[in-house]
């Protein structure tokens, strides 16, 4: 089993967006890893780690939409896995973009 962290910047008040997003892992992955971790840092730093493997670092790719990161936490702990709708995201030549 697998062990996830999201390492948030305490001076930029980043806990309540961190939570969040341990809930939409949680959520989908939680018959898949052990546990998600809450790690406090500062310098502006959000990131996600799985087995201390970063997947995603705020300085390098700017804010994670949800289905963006449980691709890549999906890619190491359920390989193989459909995520459903957040698959469909992916295609950006898909049905499901907004008409104009």
């Known amino acids: 089993m697998k062990r996830i962290e999201i390492e948030?910047?305490?001076?930029?008040?980043?806990?309540?967006?961190?939570?969040?997003?341990?809930?939409e892992l949680l959520g989908t992955f939680e018959a898949d890893v052990a546990e998600v971790a809450l790690v406090p840092g500062t310098g502006g730093v959000f990131r996600v780690?799985?087995?201390?493997?970063?997947v995603w670092d705020r300085h390098e790719q700017g804010f994670?939409?949800?289905?963006?990161?449980?691709?890549?936490?999906?890619?190491?702990v359920?390989?193989?896995r459909d995520l459903g709708h957040v698959e469909e995201a992916r295609d950006p030549g898909g049905q499901g973009g907004q008409g104009g």
């Open 8 to 23: 948030y910047c305490t001076r930029c008040r980043w806990l309540p967006r961190a939570v969040w997003l341990a809930q």
């Open 49 to 54: 780690r799985v087995d201390g493997e970063t």
């Open 64 to 76: 994670p939409e949800p289905s963006a990161v449980k691709r890549l936490v999906r890619d190491r």
């Open 78 to 80: 359920a390989p193989g």
